[in-house]
T-cell receptor, first 108, second 123 residues
Framework: DIVLTQSPGTLSLSPGERATLSCRAS???????LAWYQQKPGQAPRLLIY???SRATGIPDRFSGSGSGTDFTLTISRLEPEDFAVYYC?????????FGQGSKVEIK | QLRLQESGPGLVKPSETLSLTCTVS??????????WAWIRQPRGEGLEWIGS?????????NASLRTRVNISVDTSKNHFSLRLNYVTAADTAVYYC???????FGAGWFDPWGQGSLVTVSS
């Protein structure tokens, strides 16, 4: 199974700042088959990004994804109050699809 | 807008069978573009894909759970179901259902998700 390691574990930032989250895979993820999700307390995950850089329907353009191979990044250009949450990456280039352990973006 | 809703017992005894149903509304499960998936999340932990089912009944399972899992679909009721046998405390988690956009070998992204159902395994 492909293991995804997310960093940092927790990121403390203020509204308006830029957030950069990393997702590193134990093996190359084929065809940029990587998704990002946002999860708020008590809620289900919400799809943000698929195919490494394609935004899901209704996702604001302050969210962007990049990367290929084993290194992927989620960037939030300017944090809004509603963006403070936990973010998960997921690879689907090979079965079983697997998730990272999550990165928390908290208010500084 | 497509919605998914999990239902089922919140408490299951060890060694018994966990059963959940996911009802799909504002859309049909009879769609040849998507699978329908179960994913779980132990409290305070990460996410684990359990398995997925196509409207025709074809399935993909996570090998780590394959011997204990059965996922089925009922197109007449527009729902799909999860059965997990011989549960232990390690199976305590929030169980989510989701639509699964499968790309390769049963793998793909999940969107949207149900709100989740907490299942506790305890005597």
């Amino acid at each position: 199974d492909i293991v995804l390691t997310q960093s940092p574990g927790t990121l403390s930032l203020s509204p308006g700042e830029r957030a950069t989250l990393s997702c590193r895979a134990s093996h190359s993820v084929s065809s940029r088959s990587l998704a990002w999700y946002q999860q708020k307390p008590g809620q289900a995950p919400r799809l943000l990004i698929y195919s490494a850089s394609s935004r899901a329907t209704g996702i604001p353009d302050r969210f962007s994804g990049s990367g290929s191979g084993t290194d992927f990044t989620l960037t939030i250009s300017r944090l809004e109050p509603e963006d403070f949450a936990v973010y998960y990456c997921q690879q689907y280039g090979s079965s079983p699809q697997t998730f990272g352990q999550g990165s928390k973006v908290e208010i500084k | 807008q497509l919605r998914l809703q999990e239902s089922g017992p919140g408490l299951v005894k060890p060694s018994e069978t966990l059963s959940l149903t996911c009802t799909v509304s504002s859309g049909s499960i009879l769609n040849n573009e998507y699978y329908w998936a179960w994913i779980r999340q132990p409290r305070g932990e990460g996410l684990e894909w359990i398995g997925s089912v196509f409207y025709s009944g074809g399935t993909y399972y996570n090998a780590s759970l394959r011997t204990r899992v059965n996922i089925s679909v009922d197109t007449s009721k527009n729902h799909f179901s999860l059965r997990l046998n011989y549960v232990t405390a390690a199976d305590t988690a929030v169980y989510y259902c989701a639509r699964h956009q499968v790309r390769y070998f049963g793998a793909g992204w999940f969107d949207p998700w149900g709100q989740g159902s907490l299942v506790t395994v305890s005597s």
